[in-house]
């Protein structure tokens, strides 16, 4: 049972892969939204990407904008999860409100929506770090299985966020 659920998640992955190579970020950012969703479900996707000169993240992708906004940011915080997201380059998963409370200013914004678990994976490339994907659902409902079976989409944003650094980097110069 476990290898066919792996066989199916690659199997997403591919026709993610695949179908990237006609879609504008926002709609390939939309089908990623429904395959992380199947897999493991959620109450809130987004897509951070991380400021060049590692000072803050933009959203760029969100699946309740009118609680969290496209192309909003945020200071980057000196934490654990930054240690281990930003830093290790290693998956953060946090199975309660408590986790969630100590490391993420918008915590309250967070219980709002009934969310209180929460799964941020690292996007990397060239051995650095450039955004992540973060799920959240109620809480307790993430767990080690959840992470292992989203863990691999993440890398499919790789050259979508490359591409948004470098806008964000031309703002930056303007």
Not at 119 to 129: E, F, Q, R, S
Request: glycine fraction near 4%; proline fraction near 3%; hydrophobic fraction near 35%.
């Amino acid at each position: 049972m476990k290898k066919m659920q792996s066989n199916q998640n690659y199997k997403k992955i591919v026709q993610l892969l695949l179908d990237s190579r006609y879609l504008k970020p926002s709609n390939f950012y939309e089908s990623l939204d429904k395959s992380v969703s199947k897999v493991v479900g959620h109450k809130l996707f987004t897509l951070m990407v991380i400021d060049k000169s590692r000072k803050y993240v933009e959203r760029v992708y969100s699946s309740n904008k009118i609680i969290y906004p496209l192309l909003g940011t945020k200071p980057i915080p000196k934490n654990a999860w930054t240690k281990r997201v930003l830093i290790e380059k290693k998956e953060f998963l946090g199975t309660n409100f408590t986790q969630i409370k100590k490391l993420f200013f918008d915590y309250e914004t967070i219980k709002s929506i009934g969310c209180g678990s929460i799964i941020n994976l690292p996007v990397i490339n060239n051995n650095k770090v450039l955004g992540t994907l973060n799920i959240l659902h109620k809480e307790n409902y993430y767990n080690k299985k959840h992470l292992k079976n989203v863990r691999d989409f993440s890398q499919l944003l790789t050259p979508y966020f490359i591409s948004h650094q470098i806008k964000m980097e031309k703002k930056s110069i303007k």
